[in-house]
């Protein structure tokens, strides 16, 4: 499944201007079929090697059909491109005034279900929280404050967020799993990233800016925002905590997204689109997600397998909406 539109299936040489079609989309990742998708106008799509049973990645490349600097348009706005028939709500924090931007977050009538999750809270995949989090939410279960909720929820996720800005991944706080195990979001993004072949050859500065967040931020890094992002996955209310960077160079345009927090079902999402011109004078489009599931319920093969499509139908949807590329 596709919250929102991470890297990349680029050759080993560093992209610019003279590179062909076939350098860029070198194999292992795409084969001669993908190639010849791509010059044709449709999508090239090939699978990178994942780092956990539990993720899932997928990388496609089209080329751009309009106008380059227009290609990334649906990455960059004061909304992120999230799938309608999942989307609630979303926010882009004001980071001068943060407090009120969790303000707005809510649990409406219809979420009463999801009222009774987090006060029956315990370690355990029903919801992505830490011990301390738990604890707060049985304090409030035993003095019978359900109305109180809401506003922990909104106080959890300020201090989650806080926690990321100040401290990158090593701020990203664990969720608390049966028999004392706890699962740490913020490895799994670092190895999600350092699994990104081709972006450290590809663009240096980004990555390592993505890996040290918020130390060591080169100058051409253009955007660095936060968002939350209200959902309904699995029937249920989801809170996605994201974080975006945008760099600009001569060479290319980068955009990558960070899901660092998401209440359940998910531990963790990424993804990476990239435009760049090739030596035919046309561009290209690169777009990757990565996602952790939190844990396979049936044939995990199966589901894993339904999953790498769900995830390749959306991404593709979302280029063909917004006429960015495909035929």
């Known amino acids: 499944m596709n919250i929102y539109p991470v890297i990349l299936g680029f050759s080993s040489q560093r992209v610019h201007a003279t590179l062909t079609l076939e350098q860029v989309l070198n194999e292992p990742y795409f084969d001669a079929a993908d190639i010849k998708a791509v010059r044709e106008?449709?999508?090239?799509?090939?699978?990178?090697q994942e780092v956990s049973d539990r993720e899932i990645a997928v990388v496609i490349a089209c080329l751009v059909k309009g106008k380059?600097?227009?290609?990334?348009?649906?990455?960059?706005?004061?909304?992120?491109?999230?799938?309608?028939?999942?989307?609630?709500?979303?926010?882009?924090?004001?980071?001068?005034?943060?407090e009120a931007s969790f303000a707005a977050i809510s649990l409406g009538s219809n979420d009463r279900d999801e009222v009774q999750h987090y006060l029956?809270?315990?370690?355990?995949?029903?919801?992505?929280?830490?011990?301390?989090?738990?604890?707060?939410?049985?304090?409030?279960?035993?003095?019978?404050?359900?109305?109180?909720?809401?506003?922990?929820?909104?106080?959890?996720?300020?201090a989650r967020y806080l926690s990321?800005?100040?401290?990158?991944?090593?701020?990203?706080?664990?969720?608390?799993?049966e028999k004392g195990a706890a699962v740490i979001p913020g490895e799994e993004l670092r190895k999600t990233e350092e699994n990104m072949l081709g972006l450290h050859e590809l663009y240096p500065d980004f990555h390592n800016a993505w890996l040290s967040y918020p130390r060591n931020m080169p100058d051409d890094i253009v955007r660095d925002d936060y968002f939350w992002v209200k959902l309904t996955i699995d029937e249920r209310p989801a809170f996605v905590l994201s974080h975006r960077l945008v760099a600009n160079s001569e060479e290319m345009q980068l955009v990558g997204i960070r899901d660092y927090y998401i209440s359940h079902f998910f531990d963790v999402s990424q993804r990476v689109a990239v435009v760049t011109r090739l030596e035919s004078?046309?561009?290209?489009?690169?777009?990757?997600?990565?996602?952790?599931?939190d844990y396979w319920s049936g044939f995990a093969s199966l589901s894993k397998k339904i999953g790498h499509k769900v995830m390749n139908q959306q991404m593709e949807h979302l280029l063909e909406n917004h006429a960015i590329c495909g035929n």
Request: hydrophobic share 45%; glycine share 12%.
């Open 120 to 158: 029956d809270a315990k370690p355990g995949f029903g919801l992505n929280l830490s011990t301390n989090e738990i604890a707060a939410l049985q304090a409030l279960k035993s003095s019978g404050g359900a109305g109180q909720v809401e506003a922990l929820l909104e106080d959890m996720l300020l």
């Open 164 to 177: 990321y800005r100040k401290n990158g991944l090593a701020g990203a706080k664990p969720y608390a799993r």
């Open 281 to 293: 004078g046309k561009h290209i489009l690169i777009f990757v997600e990565r996602a952790w599931v």
């Open 41 to 48: 106008g449709g999508f090239g799509v090939a699978r990178i």
């Open 68 to 98: 380059p600097e227009d290609a990334l348009a649906p990455f960059l706005g004061d909304s992120l491109p999230v799938d309608k028939d999942l989307l609630e709500d979303q926010r882009l924090i004001d980071t001068d005034s943060h």
